[in-house]
């Protein structure tokens, strides 16, 4: 269905005379749902000469699969193997997260030595790496001493609010 198609659609919107509602064209309703459905929007809305007609689709985040779709089933775990535990949502414990977006260096300038690197053992207030923002150098600290377990970041990588960075344990 093209734009002409809806306009034409629009155009048998019928139009109420005086105070008069004007009366519903189940034809173009289901014309309008039918667009909706090959197009992958939610709504649709069609005015014509005043009168309004707006049909929208409750969309679900279900997947119904289509007849030609074909699954493969997953393969067995192997007997006496346990399935992998679930990974637990959030940030691991220790991680320390990026207090602002921006752009992180974990050397102090290029060509230098990394401040941390895995199995370090950081103080408390040791510069772990550095995040760039608006041309502002901010140096990230260490919240607490511990050893360094996991870098989450890459040099000059662009990191958001709250990314972990660093995880100390």
Sequence with gaps: ??????KSIGARIP??????????????IRELAELLTETGLTE????????????VR?????????????FAAAPAAPAGEAPAPAKPK???AGAVPSPMVGTVYVAP?????????????VSEGDTLLIVEAMK???PIA????????EICVNDTEPVEFGQTLVVIN
């Design 1 to 6: 269905m093209n734009m002409k198609d809806v």
């Design 15 to 28: 139009l109420g005379k005086g105070n008069k509602m004007p009366s519903i064209d189940s034809s173009v």
């Design 44 to 55: 649709i809305e069609v005015e014509q000469g005043g009168a309004r007609l707006r049909v």
């Design 58 to 70: 409750q969309v679900t985040n279900s997947y119904v699969a289509g007849p030609s779709t074909q």
């Design 90 to 92: 959030g940030p691991p």
């Design 109 to 121: 300038e290029p060509g230098k030595p990394p401040f941390v690197k895995v199995g370090d053992k």
């Design 136 to 138: 502002t150098m901010n």
């Design 142 to 149: 260490a919240p607490r001493a511990g050893t360094i377990t």
